[in-house]
């Protein structure tokens, strides 16, 4: 189900490239009900040959694993071919859940049936096609953790409540307290387990470590004693890579992804500066959650933390645009901002895009023919040179416990009131630059007196103007921006306020038509 070859598209290879995240089961659910064959395995990958595409991230494990392993439980495990969508293992489902849950499962089982390993084939068209293939493990998935009996979770998960991060407290909504514990050494055996089982199955490049499903590993107040348990866990790993590198006859890289502050990294028990500076990893992706996309991380902090390392610094760019907490209108990214995004951390000293959840189809931008191009320019400032981007105002979306979040958004302003807004758009813009806000209470720029500045230079009268998904449901005015106000790297948006308003969205857009 792929999207076009886009072969039309120049592709830059002369910029840091791209590594892409494939998740555990994305290809089984927008394939099911087809007769999947090893062509179609394979043809999957030859989407992303001659793209800028440099790594693919083949994630093999949630709480189960999708493929056929000997030593945690598979996604079809409990599963009855000849049983229907009522069958035990979809019992805990809603009745209009069943049959797509069934269909997922059923295609999993039959691929293994024929004898397809969807990521042993997915390794070797890597490699035959010029990209390089990791396998990637979700070190503490907990998807659906709200239903006990959700055929997504494993055995061991289910038959040890005291090894979860906070097992006394029922809180079912709450996903993170039913995180598993890494401070007990039967969690990090049972996931140390999988990767030795996959080191020996697959011939893969690399082996990045997911921390960021879901983030939190270690009871509330276990976290600083956890520093030393996932440093030492993570040179575990290492000399397990060593090892199988030489019987492979290749290196093996470690990766691993973290939160994107350093200090919340390392707060949480991830001291992810240490491992790069011990030679643990060779590949660090930085990177919010899920919920939004964040479009301030700090990369040249990072750049100055792994300085001498040698490790690669990848910036993950989520799908999704949730400017605060409670914004109404999630959207997922597009090819605009993702070009904003991507040009700023490019800029700012980033040696890969890493893109999660920029599937080929159903998880996927909202604007899915632009996937090719996608592929194809965020990559490079060289490709990404005279594109219209957008750069959106967003916010972190993972803090430690105790911490309190940052949010710039939404911004209340009473009679007289100014506010001020950090935009980093990368390499300087030559093009119309636009300052865009959007005002939650609807009323008008006239209605509130507003007065828009970018760094000290006074912006063109505002007036309403359109903006393309994503955007806010609310209305949206546009401020020019004087040429020789703009500058590469940080801009300061300051905004005065006549009368009082509500500022919910901000961003700058570069080179609008």
């Known amino acids: 189900m792929g999207v076009g070859n886009g072969e039309d598209i120049p592709v830059a290879d002369d910029g840091p490239g791209i590594a892409l995240n494939e998740d555990n089961s994305h290809f089984l659910w927008t394939r099911v009900g087809r007769d999947v064959s090893a062509a179609d395995v394979d043809g999957w990958v030859d989407q992303y040959a001659g793209t800028q595409v440099r790594e693919l991230m ?23 071919p000849a049983g229907g969508d009522d069958q035990p293992l979809f019992a805990s489902l809603a009745a209009n859940e069943r049959a797509d849950a069934h269909a997922c499962v059923r295609l999993a089982w039959s691929l293994d049936q024929k004898g397809i390993d969807v990521y042993a084939r997915w390794i070797a068209r890597c490699r035959a096609v010029g990209i390089s293939p990791w396998i990637s493990s979700r070190m503490n998935d907990i998807h659906s953790v709200d239903d006990e009996a959700n055929y997504l979770h494993s055995a061991f998960w289910r038959a040890h409540p005291e090894y979860r991060r906070v097992p006394d407290r029922d809180r079912a909504e709450v996903w993170a307290d039913r995180a598993l514990d890494f401070g007990h050494a039967a ?9 030795r089982e996959m080191c020996e199955r697959y011939d893969f490049d690399g082996l990045e470590l997911d921390w960021m499903r879901f983030g939190l590993h270690f009871r509330p107040g276990g976290e600083a004693a ?10 575990e790993v290492r000399r397990l890579l060593d090892d199988h590198a030489k019987r492979r ?8 992804r973290v939160p994107a502050r350093p200090d919340t990294a390392w707060t949480l028990g991830m001291d992810a500066a240490a491992w790069a500076k011990e030679g643990l990893i060779d590949m660090l992706v930085v990177t919010p959650h899920f919920p939004t996309i964040d479009t301030d991380m700090p990369i040249e902090l990072w750049k100055q933390l792994l300085d001498g390392t040698g490790v690669t610094l990848a910036a993950g760019l989520e799908l999704m645009v949730w400017p605060w907490v409670d914004y109404p209108n999630p959207q997922t990214n597009s090819l605009e901002t993702a070009r904003g995004a991507a040009a700023s951390v490019i800029e700012r000293g980033a040696d890969r895009v890493y893109l999660f959840n920029y599937m080929d189809s159903q998880t996927a931008m909202s604007d899915l023919a632009n996937y090719p191009t996608l592929l194809r320019e965020v990559g490079s400032l060289a490709t990404l040179a005279g594109k219209h981007r957008r750069h959106i105002v967003t916010r972190a979306d993972t803090w430690a416990p105790g911490d309190a979040p940052s949010c710039a958004l939404p911004a209340k302003l009473g009679a007289g009131g100014d506010v001020a807004f950090r935009v980093h758009v990368g390499p300087r813009p030559a093009g119309r630059v636009m300052v865009v ?5 609807g009323e008008g720029v006239s209605d509130v007196g507003l007065a828009v500045r970018n760094n000290g230079v006074v912006c063109g009268a505002g007036r309403g103007v359109d903006v393309d998904d994503p ?6 005015f546009g401020f020019e921006v004087a040429g020789e106000s703009v500058q590469g790297g940080y801009n300061i948006i300051e905004v005065h306020a006549e009368r009082g308003c509500e500022i919910g969205w901000v961003e700058m857009d570069v080179g609008r038509g």
């Open 58 to 80: 083949l994630c093999a494990n949630a709480m189960r694993t999708s493929y056929d392993s000997a030593v945690w439980d598979s996604i079809w495990t409990g599963y009855d």
């Open 187 to 195: 969690v990090r055996d049972h996931h140390m387990a999988l990767l």
């Open 226 to 235: 956890g520093r030393e348990v996932l440093t030492a866990y993570t040179a």
């Open 249 to 256: 006859g290749h290196g093996i890289k470690l990766g691993a």
């Open 437 to 441: 806000l959007g005002l939650i209470d």
């Open 471 to 476: 955007r806010p449901e609310f209305a949206t």
